[in-house]
T-cell receptor
Framework: SAVISQKPSRDICQRGTSLTIQCQVD?????MFWYRQQPGQSLTLIAT?????????ESGFVIDKFPISRPNLTFSTLTVSNMSPEDSSIYLC???????????FGPGTRLTVL | GENVEQHPSTLSVQEGDSAVIKCTYS??????FPWYKQELGKRPQLIID?????GEKKDQRIAVTLNKTAKHFSLHITETQPEDSAVYFC?????????????FGKGTKLSVIP
């Protein structure tokens, strides 16, 4: 199965700053997603990253706060902008090689905002 | 949109006993139901899944059953071992709608007591 990597694995940031998280897959995949997992909670979909076009955001998430890029079929970035302590969370990249296939998760980025 | 309810939220069993986790979903169009295991500090790992054209699927000590009429599905773990201790998430997806988004339950923390 595809190997998913994320950078950074963890970071501690000051409020008001921005952090860009990278997701790299070792093979081309059709679908890439970004999830947030707050401490002790379930997984919440932030957006679907669309190659060559704007991401599709879920209710409660907006492009200004979470801009996403997907320049090709193996790479995507999620930026957490103007961070506050409430953004402290684990951010996970997730993929499906083809629509209808199984969905797999990257190792996650643990973000702490002070 | 889809809503997935998962019960119980915590479950403790003696080593060697069976564990059952139940989920219900709201959208009758959902047709793909994966289960993920998440150990502390790790990414969610897909352990088994079932599609709507199948009523039961088994993989060694784990099995999943699906009742489409009642809109519920369950995870069964037999002969539990301490390494089964983790948080388990169920999810549902409507592949036919084209979004392929997974909606997750809130999770069940399983503790296997040696």
């Amino acid at each position: 199965s595809a190997v998913i990597s994320q950078k950074p694995s963890r970071d501690i940031c000051q409020r008001g700053t921005s952090l860009t998280i990278q997701c790299q897959v070792d093979s081309q995949v059709t679908m890439m997603f970004w999830y947030r997992q707050q401490p002790g909670q379930s997984l919440t979909l932030i957006a679907t990253a669309n190659q060559g076009s704007e991401a599709t955001y879920e209710s409660g998430f907006v492009i200004d706060k979470f801009p996403i890029s997907r320049p090709n079929l193996t790479f995507s970035t999620l930026t957490v902008s103007n961070m506050s302590p409430e953004d402290s969370s684990i951010y996970l990249c997730s993929i499906r090689v083809s629509p209808g296939d199984e969905q797999f998760f990257g190792p996650g980025t643990r973000l702490t905002v002070l | 949109g889809e809503n997935v309810e998962q019960h119980p939220s915590t479950l403790s069993v003696q080593e060697g006993d069976s564990a059952v986790i139940k989920c219900t979903y709201s959208d009758s169009a959902s047709n793909y139901f994966p289960w993920y295991k998440q150990e502390l500090g790790k990414r969610p790992q897909l352990i088994i899944d079932i599609r709507s054209n199948v009523g039961e699927k088994k993989d060694q000590r784990i099995a999943v059953t699906l009742n489409k009429t009642a809109k519920h599905f369950s995870l069964h773990i037999t002969e539990t071992q301490p390494e089964d201790s983790a948080v388990y998430f169920c999810a549902a997806s409507d592949s036919g709608a084209g979004s392929y988004q997974l909606t997750f339950g809130k999770g069940t923390k399983l503790s296997v007591i040696p």
